[in-house]
Structure formats: C-alpha cells, structure tokens
C-alpha cells in the first residue's frame, strides 16, 4: 500500500508542479487554449493557482519524504482537494462535463492520499 500512495502521490506532484511551472512562465494568451480558466481570472489570481500547485506538490512529497513534519504530507493533500474542488466549480459553470470528471478523479485520488496518510501517522 505504501509503494501505491508514492506512485500516487509522484505522479499528481510532478502534474500539479509542471502546470504550476507552465502557468507561471508562459504568457496568458498561450496558455489559453489549453487552460481557459486564465481568460476569466485576474493575473493575481491565476498566479495564485500556480502557487497553490506548486506548493501543494512540493507538500505532496517532501515532508513525509524527509520526515520533517509528515503531517504536512496529508494536510497537503487536503489543500489540494480543496483546488480541486474549485476548479470542479469552475468546469461545471462552464458546462464542461469532462472537466467535471477529471477533476472528481483527481480529487478522489488526493482524498486517498489524505485519508491513508493521516491513518499511518
């Protein structure tokens, strides 16, 4: 079960660290097509999610990893679904029933992560 939560847990840091990456270094009008939520959001704010990804990767992996606070580890993971809530919101005002699904998935996946994590502390 360990070896499945780090699978887990380096696949979605290493997705939410590079679109965190991507949002910061690219030009809005770029990264339009491939994330339209930029389009209805300030830039303050769409920094915000890219800090939110990057530091809720980071909080994915290293604490439990260095075992410096492994509570972060889980309370990380929380966070996230909580993005994930969000960006649920956002898909489904749109209309975007794709979106919607994804988004369950990945929260599913960090809801996993938590609640595993906070039994094995």
Known sequence: MNI????IQSILAAMFCFSGIMILTQPKE??????PFV??????MVKLVAFAHIF???G?????????MPILT??????????MLLAMGYNKKRGDKKGVIVDLVILL???FIAVCRFKGL
């Open 56 to 58: 809720g990767a980071i």
């Open 39 to 44: 389009n209805d959001y300030s830039d303050p």
């Open 74 to 83: 889980p309370i990380a993971a929380s966070g996230l679904i909580l993005v």
């Open 60 to 68: 994915l992996i290293l604490p439990l990893l260095l075992n410096i």
């Open 4 to 7: 499945s939560l780090w699978i």
């Open 109 to 111: 996946l960090f809801l």
């Open 30 to 35: 770029k990264l339009a097509a491939k994330m």
